[in-house]
């Protein structure tokens, strides 16, 4: 213990500021200002940037005053630049000093929707970094930055994670404002609100912060806030690195937290009160908080009829078992527990099993991180060698590995099975949850058969209780039970019964849906039956 | 901490629902034991046991396909003077673990039946392996072993066949019941109730029975066959039930599935069949003259199967003619069967422990002199038998033909 505590200590450096506003000595408040002196400033910020080959300096002349069009190259509009900003100051020439030029330049000839006026380094820079266009003019101490950000970005396309046969098509892309445009149209409500705050001492990324307001719960928005707020490193490259930083309990193999690349699951998931996170250049968004229950809830289960999608839901949570407990049965039932098997059926194995050399527990191992290894190498392949994995890993997982003895025919089943079960949770963190258990539940079934499996189980439903996102329990509405908030966990209910938004997320406003909501025939009017019978005498 | 007290506690009082086996046993270790075979000792110990142990791999398709080219089971014999003492030498001869949570059949010498099962029966009830839904049976007039040893085509395993031969008997004609060690070990000990168990025969020659020549012809030289209910008094074998004792016995203890019944109609002989295929059996037992009496109601419905005279079958009078004779035909074998237990003394369908349960202070007067008081009853049989359907035709097809 008080080894791993000295290792600690001693690792504690001073962590150095790379970030330029720290840089800056606020007792020295002439620094933080932009000078008069145009071409000292352009030299200032050429300096600081390093001579960047993709800082573009352009030197403009407007009649008598002499001044300078800084942007960075490639996170910009070039052709807008050219055509709204500089095409247009080419075409203005001042002759009267009595006009402020300063004044005029930005109300009358940059046709750009955004402007700004700038008068600290700190700014300037933000503006400059995130792609907007600075003018800076001779003998003013304040610059013009111009909304110009553009370049080369993915455009919108479908979903490739979290797929639904029916339902919206598209999905969020590595730009905030498409992302949260994405929503905006989903929901046009004064009540959407958007709340921005940059994270990432270095690399300052723009992160938003949607909820609805008069929905979500003011707790749970601040505690958001706050964790975010706190949050002190280097960059976020996605927002997995935020997903990490800001969850309750990091040794657990469960996500309490939510992400999805489909904007309409995160517009659903507002309306029930949960807050989302957008990361500039990530197109996963977050959701909080996070439930258990919610990672078995797939976006068709809405969009198609409530039966079928609540027997696609159980099915889905039966596949989660059989992946998560399928080998270990297995491994059981034939070293433990030979009676639980039919007859037959264990005459097959004993007859299959007669050739194979391992004791079960080695086999299913074997055949599990067989799999395991397929599946990375099929996920890491690059695709003009991705064919070579398929073809290997049927031999690999199949028949060849029975002939060869190394495997019984039922292993094959039951690793194949087992995979494919993993693959129907809807939600990928989850279904690395089974896997990862998986194994260990392996482990307790070769020790101690049945009872090892539900040893296992019971420390993981203990576990799974004590977890909590973001207040709520992990659990709920299954533990603490809820009755009436039933509605959306095995049985999704129709949705004229599907009335209140999840109650331990939103305690204030709760009725989602009206009353009478249930269709039903037309009543069938004595006038117009009359009519009918009139007709036909 | 107090979390994780909890954990150990609900962990220690998982113990006893699932305790119980504990120690690991790879699949290929075990010599899964489908029946047991047990003969009175023709040497000097007490009991000859054969053990009938499945060859995986002669069974199942394995790997190549198809069976293997040896017999799908192997016959172990070893003898003791307790079952236990038979088991535990057999392993000197087999490899493996001999496993019986899979044995489903236990075959009893005529011989030994005799002599008394009470004490065969107690290992097998004690066993926490052994299942108690394992089907007994006796070698009528052999030894279990000949019977064990039997090569059977249709099914590949001998034990399949013998069950799905009880099952299958007792479906569609009602000579024999199939009955499981829990059964045997509920009827020796209730009071006022004998059990039965059916019998298998043995016809052809047993050495050829055994050898792969049986199942490789279309007309095996030796073959099993259900044959008889075995009367038990007082944990030995007393008697046998045959054919249409059998069936009344069935009739009696309520468990007939099925069976057909012929009678002869308008002056000619054996002129019809009728299936019975639904049927209830209700026992009381009252006290006339301060004697036992048992009434029996049978309501049964049957179906019309065959027809060797030409009738009307639309017209009411001959359908009531009809139930009228398939009633009788019923309660005649009702009353033989009666008759037939009488003469053992054995009360095997339970008319004891109706008074038991229905007037148990009587019965705490007549329990000891019981199997007399049974071989003196005095019964009444009353059979209501309701036509339901000819099947496919009316009159037979060669009815108008002969106008």
């Known amino acids: ?537 | 901490m107090k979390k994780l007290v909890l954990v150990f506690i609900l962990i220690i009082f998982s113990i006893p629902i699932l305790g119980g086996c504990w120690n690991q046993r790879e699949l290929t270790d075990l010599a899964l034991v489908l029946a047991v075979g047990i003969d009175k000792g023709e040497g000097d110990k007490k009991y000859d046991v054969t053990f009938q142990v499945v060859v995986p791999g002669n069974v199942a398709s394995g790997q190549n396909g198809g069976g293997g080219q040896g017999p799908p089971v192997v016959v172990y014999e070893s003898s003791g003077d307790s079952i236990t003492e038979a088991s535990r030498k057999a392993t000197k001869k087999i490899p493996r673990r001999l496993y019986y949570a899979h044995t489903s059949i236990v075959v009893i010498g005529e011989e030994l039946a005799r002599e008394g099962i009470y004490n065969i029966l107690d290992p097998m009830d004690r066993d926490p392996e052994f299942r108690t839904t394992t089907v007994v049976i006796i070698a009528k007039d052999k030894r279990a072993e000949d019977i064990i040893s039997i090569l059977t085509n249709l099914d590949k395993l001998p034990m399949n066949r013998f069950i799905k031969t009880l099952e299958s008997a007792e479906a569609m004609l009602g000579e024999n019941i199939k009955l499981n060690i829990d059964d045997l070990i509920g009827a020796i000990t209730s009071p006022g109730k004998e059990p039965v168990i059916s019998g298998f025969v043995l016809e052809g020659s047993p050495e050829k029975g055994t050898s792969p020549q049986n199942i490789s012809t279309t007309r095996p030289p030796a073959m099993v066959s259900v044959d008889g209910l075995g009367v038990i008094r007082g944990g030995k074998l007393v008697g046998w039930l045959n054919n249409f004792h059998v069936r009344g016995a069935v009739w009696l203890l309520n468990k007939m599935k099925g069976t057909e019944i012929k009678f002869d109609f308008e002056g000619k002989k054996d002129a019809v069949t009728t299936t019975p295929y639904l049927s209830d059996t209700d026992v009381s037992v009252t006290f006339k003259n301060g004697k036992p009496f048992a009434n029996v109601d049978i309501d049964t419905a049957f179906k019309l199967s065959e027809m060797d005279t030409d009738f009307d079958i639309e017209d009411p009078h001959k359908i009531e003619e009809l139930e009228k004779k398939t009633s009788d035909v019923i309660k005649k074998e009702v009353e033989a069967a009666i008759k037939e237990a009488q003469k053992y003394k054995a009360d095997i369908f339970g008319f004891g422990e109706r008074i038991h349960k229905s007037n148990p202070k009587r019965w705490k007067e007549l329990k000891d002199d019981w199997d007399n008081q049974f071989a003196k009853m005095d019964y009444k049989i009353q059979v209501h038998s309701y036509y339901r359907e000819s099947g496919v035709r009316g009159k037979p097809f060669w009815s108008d033909m002969n106008k």
């Open chain 1, 1 to 537: 213990m008080s080894i791993l505590t000295k290792m600690l200590k001693k690792k504690q450096v001073q962590r150095k500021n790379d970030n330029y506003r720290q840089k800056l000595d606020p007792s020295k408040p002439e620094e933080l200002v932009i000078q008069k002196d145009y071409s000292a400033n352009v030299s200032r910020i050429e300096e600081e940037l390093g001579h960047s080959a993709d800082l573009v300096i352009r030197q403009i002349n407007i009649g008598i005053v002499n001044g300078a069009l800084l942007f960075i190259d490639g996170i910009v509009d070039g052709k807008g630049i050219s055509e709204f900003v500089v095409e247009t100051l080419m075409d203005k020439q001042i002759s009267s000093r009595e006009v402020d030029v300063f004044q005029y330049v930005m109300d009358q000839t940059v046709a750009l929707g955004s402007i700004k006026t700038i008068t600290n380094w700190n700014d300037l820079y933000n503006a400059l970094l995130s792609g907007c266009t600075i003018i800076l003019l001779n003998g003013y101490n304040k610059a013009i930055s111009g909304e110009t950000r553009g370049g080369e970005l993915r455009s919108i396309a479908e979903p490739t994670q979290q797929l639904a046969i029916r339902g919206p098509k598209d999905a969020f892309t590595e730009t905030l404002r498409t992302n949260t445009a994405l929503i905006r149209r989903r929901i046009k409500s004064p009540n959407l609100w958007v709340e921005s705050m940059k994270i990432g001492k270095v690399s300052q990324t723009d992160i938003a912060l949607l909820y609805i307001k008069g929905i979500a719960e003011e707790e749970i928005i601040q505690e958001v806030k706050e964790r975010l707020q706190r949050i002190d490193i280097d960059a976020i490259m996605d927002s997995g690195y935020i997903e990490q930083l800001i969850e309750e309990q990091t040794f657990t193999s469960f996500p309490t937290t939510y992400h999805t690349e489909r904007p309409d699951v995160v517009s659903s998931q507002l309306l029930e009160g949960r807050v989302a996170i957008i990361a500039d250049g990530s197109p996963f968004v977050l959701t909080v908080p996070a439930l258990f229950v919610q990672f078995f809830q797939a976006p068709d289960d809405y969009y198609s009829r409530f039966d079928l999608s609540t027997s696609v839901r159980l099915l889905r949570i039966i596949s989660f078992l059989i992946a998560l407990i399928g080998p270990s049965l297995y491994i059981a039932a034939t070293t433990f527990h030979q009676e639980m098997i039919p007859t037959t059926l264990a005459i097959a194995i004993a007859a299959q099993r007669e050739n194979v050399p391992f004791p079960a527990f080695v086999e299913a191992l074997i055949m599990e991180v067989t799999f395991e290894i397929l599946r990375e190498a099929g996920l890491r392949l690059p695709r003009a060698v991705g064919q070579a994995v398929s073809i290997v890993g049927a031999l690999v997982i199949g028949q060849a590995a029975v002939q060869a003895s190394i495997v019984s025919p039922v292993m094959v089943i039951v690793v194949s099975i087992t995979a494919i079960a993993n693959f129907s949770t809807p939600v990928f963190a989850m279904a690395i949850a089974a896997r990862l258990l998986r194994f260990a539940l392996m482990v307790m079934a070769a020790l101690i058969g049945f009872y090892g499996i539900m040893v296992g189980l019971m420390i993981m439903a203990i576990h799974l209780c004590s977890l909590r996102s973001f207040g709520v329990p992990y659990m709920a509405p299954l533990a603490p039970f809820s009755g009436p908030n039933q509605q959306d966990v095995f049985i999704r209910y129709p949705f004229w019964a599907f009335k209140d938004r999840p109650k331990f997320i939103v305690k204030g406003n709760v009725v989602r849906t009206g009353e009478n909501q249930k269709p039903k025939p037309p009543k069938q009017s004595s006038h117009k039956s009359d009519k009918l019978e009139e007709n036909e005498s």
